[in-house]
């Protein structure tokens, strides 16, 4: 049993004063890699936790294991000051005991040593704690917790913090660029609720006080903000799938009985996207594990090998008519690859995550239907880039979620990341770009096999960049740092007097832009390719002519003495 009772920490919380809400506590993670962060890596974590839904309460403890990598006397941890920590001890021994510091206005905690660290050792602690965590007002968007009630009346509790960081209900180190190599999550709930969470089940324990705990274990490397609980009286949806890599690992929805007859219906879509993925990224990558899905109270969200659905069992709930697929789900799914396999070590790289997740949705409309639905779909992402953003896809400096978001959805990140990569597949041709997006996920077709966890990795926008002029044999410095690290689209600004047609591009900073244009004349198609970001050439005045004319370039346009509504993007 847990040793912290949920009666404790009631009185405790109680007790708290108002101010602990700490209106000046940034809700945001990551951001700058201080020393203090910087001098562990995390090992294992293990969460031991009871969880009451009448409420709202939890109370239990976190086992953080860690490896000393730079010599220091204190590490820092997070956990939202709302919830209380009664004490920091040695995880195998509760009399060893450690001080800590904490403030009211950060999510920031320091856990003091009596001596210094030594690189290399092997050190744990055991974090017991409680409270009522932050209820998540708008999830996913706005993070939290989520205490909803099912259409019987039964509670449905999730989560989602994803942009928050999970510091807002469990305490860890808040830094993307450490993963725990496993993890252990055991949850305490009354019994007639049943929890998913990430990972492999190793069974439950019932208790005679009318509690059970749900024991599940991640065997891989998992972001913190991956893990979760769902709980409700689900029933499951579940049958084997054989991955391309040839392994049988089980894919299994919880679905509320409410909903069992919709969730079978959609359950055929989840192996053909699955399917569709591994065909052009390569295997799913947790199949050590599994791949779940969760019906959760609110859209959506990425948490490893159990993802939380909750798009209502209708095709189009992401993007809306252009899909004829639960978009919602593929995207989800996606991001097991873009997020959960391949992950940023700094959030100013989160296009990688989002941009990709975000395109392999075109990608699957155009499986389906073609051309004409992979179009439809990127015009309607062109029609959500915002051009007043001043905030670049990929900025170089360190960013924390707040930051490259920009305290919202972080729109560009989503929209202006999946165009770059429509415009780059025209750059380099379908060949490379498919070639490109395989290896980028899988390095190697031998690391394709590997189920152990050395699949999961980091990586950043240059380390896409490189891959990218490998694969293709072209210099893409240029086309990478006007989309990805300018904040402005560049501009095909076009004249066309006395049998002269000039196309010129300005770009932010004047930077050269070689970008080759597919010119269509006299309804013939040619490319060409500016010299000093300017193309010219003489035509006739009756002879019609279209630059781009299938859409393949990000760009803003310009028609020299045209009205304004001549003038605009794509």
């Not at 239907?369 to 670049?392: Q, V």
Request: with cysteine.
């Amino acid at each position: 049993m847990i040793k912290c009772t949920l009666r404790l920490f009631v009185c405790i919380f109680l007790m708290l004063p108002a101010t602990l809400a700490a209106q000046q506590l940034v809700y945001e993670s990551g951001g700058e890699l201080t020393p203090e962060l910087a001098s562990f890596d995390v090992t294992y974590y293990n969460l031991e936790i009871e969880i009451n839904p009448s409420d709202s309460l939890l109370s239990g403890f976190v086992d953080v294991h860690f490896t000393v990598v730079q010599p220091t006397n204190r590490i820092a941890l997070a956990l939202d000051p709302r919830l209380h920590i009664e004490s920091v001890s040695h995880a195998d021994d509760p009399n060893q005991t450690y001080r800590f510091t904490r403030s009211e206005s950060s999510r920031t905690f320091y856990v003091n040593f009596p001596r210094t660290l030594q690189p290399g050792a092997e050190k744990n602690l055991r974090i017991e704690y409680g409270g009522k965590p932050r209820i998540a007002e708008n999830p996913p968007w706005d993070g939290g917790l989520v205490w909803e009630e099912t259409p019987s009346g039964e509670p449905w509790v999730a989560v989602a913090n994803q942009t928050i960081g999970a510091w807002v209900w469990w305490p860890n180190k808040d830094h993307v660029s450490d993963k725990a190599d496993s993890v252990s999550v055991n949850f305490t709930m009354p019994e007639d609720l049943m929890v998913a969470s990430n990972g492999r089940s190793r069974g439950t324990t019932s208790h005679e006080n009318g509690l059970k705990t749900w024991h599940w274990f991640v065997s891989v490397p998992i972001s913190n903000y991956n893990i979760s609980f769902n709980a409700a009286p689900y029933e499951t949806i579940s049958e084997p799938y054989t991955s391309t890599g040839g392994e049988e690992f089980d894919i299994t929805f919880w679905v509320l009985p409410e909903f069992r007859e919709d969730g079978e219906a959609l359950f055929h879509q989840f192996a053909e996207q699955i399917r569709f993925l591994e065909d052009i990224l390569g295997p799913y990558p947790f199949r050590a594990d599994k791949y779940g899905v969760a019906h959760t109270p609110y859209l959506g969200m990425e948490h490893q090998s159990i993802i939380a659905y909750g798009a209502g069992f209708e095709n189009g709930a992401l993007f809306g008519e252009t899909a004829d697929f639960d978009d919602l789900h593929q995207h989800e799914l996606a991001h097991e690859w873009w997020g959960n396999l391949v992950t940023v070590w700094d959030w100013r790289d989160f296009w990688l995550h989002e941009g990709f997740g975000t395109y392999m949705q075109p990608l699957y409309a155009e499986h389906l239907g073609g051309k004409e639905a992979y179009s439809e779909m990127m015009d309607l992402l062109r029609s959500r880039i915002s051009e007043e953003n001043p905030m670049p896809v990929a900025p170089r400096e360190p960013m924390s979620t707040a930051e490259i978001t920009q305290g919202s959805r972080g729109g560009n990140v989503y929209y202006k990341g999946a165009w770059f990569l429509h415009t780059l597949r025209y750059v380099i041709g379908e060949d490379h770009f498919f070639t490109l997006l395989r290896r980028f996920a899988y390095p190697t077709e031998e690391m394709e096999s590997v189920t152990t966890g050395e699949q999961v990795r980091f990586a950043t926008t240059d380390d896409f960049l490189h891959l990218a002029e490998e694969i293709s044999g072209m210099d893409l410095d240029w086309l990478f740092e006007v989309y990805l690290r300018k904040a402005e689209l560049p501009v095909l600004h076009a004249s066309r007097r006395g049998g002269l047609v000039v196309m010129e591009w300005r770009t932010p900073d004047n930077l050269t832009f070689p970008m080759p244009i597919e010119v269509r004349v006299d309804g013939q198609v040619m490319t060409l390719v500016p010299e000093n970001n300017r193309i010219s050439f003489e035509l006739p005045d009756h002879i019609e002519v279209e630059a781009d004319p299938d859409n393949r370039i990000l760009k803003g346009f310009e028609l020299a003495g045209a009205s304004n509504g001549e003038n605009g993007g794509n």
